[in-house]
């Protein structure tokens, strides 16, 4: 594990203001300068820290930094190491997890709510946040890694789909669409697969979903059935994130920019979308289209499980009677 030292230090003319009764202000920024340049030296001269990063808006003090060998390329570095592209999308991502930037999910439903029309005014606003989240799905998911993806769960003995917290919706959901595809998946508790790992071998897959791929438990998680020989699948929102970094396959169903906006109200369609698409391409590829005992298990479902009449279309077909032909829906639910 790499260790860096990451030092926040205000303007100098800022700095040390508690001590304003006892030292003028170019005193107390210069008593600022002397020990940021003595701690980073310090620390580097210790040799036990990868890189050192100093964040500030005081060019003073990067030119502090920048003589004790803190370099652009070193904060860049640091920034790709946690999971970002850049500096900004770093500060932007710590605004998110500090909920500064989540709560814009909710600004256009909430100013919706306020109308004459508070009702439809909602569902408006908050559809269109959904598909306009699955449309930049479909413009920019990685077909190469779906196809990847669907190779190694067509041919998996067990497959194990993990989320924490609202992140195990999903993966409920996931589990499900996997089952109707004819797969053996299930969704299990970041807990429960602290034992299940037991058994885990190079036939089996977990797949961890996060909404941002920063969930401590499903990275950990899944670095350990990457250990252990698995074949692992992160999807998450967010591009290049640390739930990525320990998959052998990384599936981001949002652009950067898209999940800066907030993913509180768009997170959950777009990754079940993932999962349907997942479950007609494993359907396809492991049983053209067929898995065994679907049917059946469809009829019995309208029969003994359901009440009422059966649900029929204008030809006067009933939903099962139509499963085995090839425009049948995948899941029936």
Request: aromatic share 4%.
């Amino acid at each position: 594990m790499s260790v860096w030292l990451v030092a926040p230090v205000k303007p100098l003319d800022e700095s040390k203001s508690r001590l304003a009764a006892c030292l003028a202000q170019d005193e107390r920024a210069a008593l600022t300068r002397a020990l940021l340049a003595r701690t980073l030296l310090l620390a580097h001269e210790s040799r036990c820290f990868e890189a050192l990063l100093v964040v500030s808006r005081d060019n003073a003090v990067l030119d502090v930094a920048a003589a004790a060998g803190v370099s652009l390329p070193s904060v860049t570095r640091f920034c790709r190491a946690v999971g970002y592209t850049g500096f900004r999308e770093l500060v932007q991502g710590i605004a998110q997890s500090l909920g500064r930037l989540e709560a814009k999910d909710l600004e256009n439903a909430e100013q919706a709510a306020d109308s004459p029309n508070a009702v439809p005014d909602v569902v408006r606003a908050v559809v269109r946040q959904q598909v306009e989240a699955l449309q930049v799905t479909a413009r920019t998911i990685d077909l190469e890694a779906i196809n990847a993806a669907t190779q190694a769960i067509a041919k998996a003995q067990h497959v194990y789909v993990l989320g924490h917290g609202a992140a195990h919706v999903p993966a409920l959901g996931m589990a499900v669409k996997l089952n109707w595809a004819g797969v053996a998946a299930v969704a299990t508790p970041l807990d429960m697969f602290t034992n299940q790992v037991v058994a885990l071998g190079p036939n089996d897959v977990v797949v961890g979903l996060s909404h941002q791929g920063r969930t401590r438990d499903t990275i950990d998680m899944l670095a350990l059935a990457h250990d252990l020989g698995a074949t692992t699948i992160g999807i998450s929102t967010v591009p290049q994130s640390p739930l990525g970094a320990v998959s052998d396959i990384s599936i981001a169903v949002l652009t950067p920019e898209a999940a800066r906006a907030g993913t509180f109200l768009i997170a959950f369609d777009t990754l079940m979308v993932i999962a349907d698409v997942l479950a007609a391409l494993v359907s396809e590829t492991k049983w053209a289209g067929s898995p065994p005992n679907r049917g059946d298990v469809v009829e019995w479902i309208e029969t003994k499980l359901r009440v009422g009449p059966l649900p029929r279309d204008k030809s006067g077909i009933s939903r099962y009677e139509r499963v085995e032909s090839p425009e049948a829906e995948l899941v029936v639910g």
